[in-house]
């Protein structure tokens, strides 16, 4: 049955409909804001496969060129296999707030397909996608518990606006996309220009509050058009069996979870875990289950000596920052470096710096992009003690590199102040929680070793909770551990004004303001912390760029001398590149970009530019190069491609009867300008110099 519920948010009509397209679908929807439509299906298998202990839900998002009247530009002109970075982060921005929502024990494999069928450039299609995945997913027979919502919130002047449009967003101090239950806060990712907590938090139960006409919407479509949820038997516990786990296991767990090294932690548990299964496994076939209940003894061990006896593993209080160790200019050739360690969690972060030509170039839906700042993280199994393949960088790398790369956006000069190119790359050489905040603190370091001029350095925390009844504990710098078995994961990345971007996840229903508040409020000590550390290695930007950078010169002609400097088919700017061994680029206004490897070619370089480009000046004298003698005079180059005539009155104060009496071709004389007609025309003087 047809059905479309309309809601106004945040001065925008928001549409919603199904029971037209794609009926085939478990649940579909197609979510409407302008000119904008995606729709969004979820299809849900019937085959139950408890055997894989996890739900294997897929998530993808894709953005067709002709939703926008384009076709693609790459070589095949059509939407090639891999998905773009941003549609990336766009899965994790749907997938992340929908994946706690499921019934525990609901192991079907799950697909949720986003697909961008129109874009009007104004109204971002990743907040209807989100809203589509929620909808679609509450209107199939998949056992959901939503539904959730979501919207971006900006800062234009001063004020908040919900779900701004492209153009808002250029002038808006902030860009966070908030994801929401009815009654609590399930996701937070986004950006900021270094805003206090206060602010940050506001902006979030800002969206809250405004988001909540969007839950009525998607009920009135479950009641129109919903499928029956299956009924998903719970997972069942054999007590007796966890019991008998708990008793041949306690002793040796306690030492387990009391031991701060990862890796001897690690070694304990897989000893332990052969203990208890030899103990208890007598007919050999409940291997699997004990092991199950062994790592939920583990998890609720953990969780019971942070709540009730206020110990941590390795001893740290709550808002206690693991060890650091910084140094930067560790490797002697690159342009910027920076070693990081905190804990057993360590990034080694260098800095590149090139021309306007490296920028990286990406094709989207507002046509090509390019980005200036690139940040790359790479997560090599062997920081954490696992050999597989290397297949390139995951979706998980991609959106923690983003992270980061957007932390430290912020606080970059403008191309104007740096006209550089920069590519940050972070290697984990270590990992034992949050890796990625490794990454800013170590991407920060670097720059300012690269002489990259930040505003301010910048570093991040990561944040956990424990939530266990009215027991609420909020866990600084969390271990891997302490994110798998806590409630929240949330990163915070900022200056020692603010806030400059953040990532939010949560495995409980949900965050009230007093939580979130004091989350922020302890990540703000922590930062303040790690930036003292950091300091340490590096305090501020060096003042100059690398020896071995490339140097970067710039120097403004008139835009009539452009057609000089390039040459017929740019030969004269390409021997210029050969020759100083350089990239040369200059726009139509005239200016003259050179990047060079050193500052002696940079110099020869720049004084070459200058011949080729200088303006003849009245008065001025100049050394040519007699080019062509006629019978009235002769002309001589005084420049390279620049001619002046000297008449044949003009080369001697005694009278001269042929131009050859005095001078030859290829002679080098000295003359000054008497004029420059309004033709361009140079009339030249050997007498005046007499």
């Keep these: 049955m047809y059905k479309k519920v309309e809601v106004e948010i945040g001065?925008?009509?928001?549409?919603?409909?199904?029971?037209?397209?794609?009926?085939?679908?478990?649940?579909?929807?197609?979510?409407?804001?302008?000119?904008?439509?995606?729709?969004?299906?979820?299809?849900?298998?019937?085959?139950?496969?408890?055997?894989?202990?996890?739900?294997?839900?897929?998530?993808?998002?894709?953005?067709?060129?002709?939703?926008?009247?384009?076709?693609?530009?790459?070589?095949?002109?059509?939407?090639?296999?891999?998905?773009?970075?941003?549609?990336?982060?766009?899965?994790?921005?749907?997938?992340?707030?929908?994946?706690?929502?499921?019934?525990?024990g609901y192991f079907s494999e799950t697909q949720v397909?986003?697909?961008?069928?129109?874009?009007?450039?104004?109204?971002?299609?990743?907040?209807?996608?989100?809203?589509?995945?929620?909808?679609a997913l509450t209107l199939s027979d998949a056992p959901f518990y939503g539904p959730v919502a979501g919207a971006r919130v900006g800062m234009v002047d001063g004020k908040f606006v919900l779900n701004p449009t492209r153009s808002e967003l250029k002038n808006s101090r902030l860009d966070i996309i908030v994801a929401c239950t009815r009654n609590a806060v399930v996701m937070v990712e986004g950006k900021a220009d270094a805003l206090n907590e206060d602010e940050v938090l506001t902006a979030i139960f800002f969206a809250h509050e405004q988001i909540q006409p969007l839950f009525d919407a998607q009920?009135?479509?479950?009641?129109?058009?919903?499928?029956?949820?299956?009924v998903v038997a719970p997972i069942q516990i054999d007590e007796d069996l966890l019991a008998q786990v708990k008793k041949v296991a306690d002793s040796g767990m306690q030492t387990v979870i009391g031991t701060a090294d990862k890796m001897e932690r690690a070694r304990l548990y897989d000893q332990l875990k052969q203990t208890v299964v030899t103990a208890l496994n007598d007919d050999g076939t409940k291997g699997k289950e004990i092991s199950n209940l062994l790592s939920l003894h583990k998890k609720n061990s953990m969780r019971a000596m942070i709540v009730d006896n206020g110990v941590r593993i390795g001893g740290r209080a709550f808002n206690e920052v693991r060890a650091i160790s910084c140094e930067a200019s560790y490797l002697p050739r690159v342009h910027g470096s920076a070693l990081f360690t905190r804990g057993e969690t360590q990034a080694l972060v260098t800095a590149t710096l090139g021309s306007e030509r490296d920028q990286q170039r990406v094709e989207t839906l507002e046509g090509e992009r390019s980005h200036r700042f690139m940040l790359h993280y790479n997560f090599p199994p062997y920081s954490v003690g696992e050999a597989r393949g290397m297949r390139g960088p995951s979706r998980r790398d991609i959106g923690h590199g983003t992270l980061a790369m957007r932390g430290l956006s912020a606080v970059l000069p403008t191309e104007e102040e740096f006209p550089y190119s920069i590519r940050v790359v972070s290697e984990v050489l270590e990992s034992n929680?949050?890796?990625?905040?490794?990454?800013?603190?170590?991407?920060?370091?670097?720059?300012?070793?690269?002489?990259?001029?930040?505003?301010?350095?910048?570093?991040?925390?990561?944040?956990?909770?424990?939530?266990?009844?009215?027991?609420?504990?909020?866990?600084?710098?969390?271990?891997?551990?302490?994110?798998?078995?806590?409630?929240?994961?949330?990163?915070?990345?900022?200056?020692?004004d603010g806030v400059t971007s953040l990532q939010m996840d949560i495995k409980i229903d949900g965050v009230d303001r007093d939580i979130m508040g004091r989350a922020l409020a302890q990540a703000k000590e922590g930062r303040m912390h790690i930036l003292m550390e950091m300091a340490k290695g590096i305090s501020q930007s060096r003042q100059e760029v690398s020896e071995h950078a490339p140097k970067y010169y710039l120097h403004k002609i008139n835009p009539d001398k452009i057609r000089d400097i390039i040459g017929p088919g740019g030969k004269i700017i390409k021997e210029l590149s050969a020759e100083y061994d350089a990239k040369i680029e200059v726009d139509d206004s005239g200016l003259v970009k050179m990047f060079c490897n050193n500052a002696a070619s940079a110099t020869a370089l720049v004084d070459r530019v200058k011949q080729i480009t200088a303006e003849v000046e009245v008065g001025a004298v100049y050394k040519g190069v007699v080019k062509t003698i006629k019978d009235f005079g002769a002309f001589v180059e005084i420049m390279p491609g620049t001619d002046g005539m000297v008449h044949i009155s003009e080369l001697d104060v005694k009278r001269v009867e042929k131009v050859t009496d005095v001078l030859k071709e290829g002679d080098v004389i000295e003359v000054k300008v008497l004029e420059v007609d309004n033709r361009g025309r140079i009339r030249l003087s050997r007498k005046a110099l007499m």
């Design 11 to 104: 001065g925008k009509k928001l549409s919603l409909e199904t029971g037209k397209l794609a009926k085939q679908a478990s649940g579909s929807v197609l979510v409407q804001c302008g000119e904008t439509m995606v729709l969004v299906t979820a299809v849900a298998d019937k085959e139950h496969k408890p055997e894989l202990g996890f739900l294997p839900l897929t998530i993808e998002y894709q953005e067709k060129m002709a939703a926008v009247g384009r076709i693609p530009g790459n070589y095949f002109r059509r939407e090639i296999g891999r998905p773009s970075e941003q549609e990336v982060l766009t899965c994790r921005i749907i997938d992340r707030p929908l994946r706690p929502l499921f019934a525990d």
């Design 113 to 135: 397909i986003a697909t961008v069928l129109s874009a009007d450039q104004q109204n971002e299609p990743d907040i209807l996608a989100l809203i589509g995945a929620s909808c």
């Design 219 to 230: 009920e009135q479509l479950r009641q129109a058009n919903g499928k029956e949820k299956r």
């Design 433 to 496: 929680g949050s890796s990625s905040m490794a990454t800013v603190c170590g991407g920060s370091m670097a720059m300012m070793d690269a002489g990259v001029p930040l505003k301010k350095p910048v570093s991040g925390i990561a944040m956990g909770l424990i939530k266990e009844g009215d027991k609420v504990i909020i866990l600084s710098d969390i271990l891997g551990d302490e994110d798998h078995l806590g409630d929240m994961d949330f990163k915070v990345v900022g200056t020692e």
